[in-house]
């Protein structure tokens, strides 16, 4: 059901922005995504779609090798920003609303942001700045 009545409206320049500080890539961690990601992104700048098919692959299998290896050894990634819910009342309203429903099987669950996570984050998250 479609109506014309707002929900809810947002003026992004009417909200301070917080500086992006990010760690040179030598610093970061090997799975952080600018530096996992850096060689797929070199190639998509250069618009060389074999290299950057190449580099997607190697880095997506092995992505999947460390779960795998993480589901053998019966541990699992610990998420620094969020925590899986099995369900969330809000997103299935929404999701209900656009004719969909929430497919948490295919998911492994649905994430929500938990402040109490990125409140005890170390070292490179910055206090006070949520995602």
Do not use: C, Y
């Not at 250069?46 to 190449?54: E, V």
């Not at 656009?98 to 005890?120: C, H, I, M, R, Y």
């Amino acid at each position: 059901m479609q109506t014309k009545h707002t929900v809810d409206t947002w003026n992004s320049k009417a909200n301070k922005t917080t500086p992006l500080i990010i760690a040179p890539l030598d610093q970061q961690d090997p799975l952080e995504s600018r530096r996992a990601w850096r060689k797929v992104a070199d190639a998509v700048a250069k618009g060389d779609l074999n290299t950057t098919s190449a580099e997607k692959t190697v880095l997506e299998n092995s992505q999947r090798e460390l779960r795998k290896r993480e589901a053998a050894e019966g541990r699992e990634w610990n998420r620094v920003f969020f925590e899986r819910a099995n369900a969330h009342a809000e997103l299935s309203k929404l999701a209900a609303r656009a004719g969909d429903s929430l497919e948490t099987d295919k998911t492994n669950g649905v994430w929500v942001f938990s402040p109490q996570k990125a409140s005890a984050a170390q070292k490179p998250f910055r206090a006070g700045v949520m995602p």
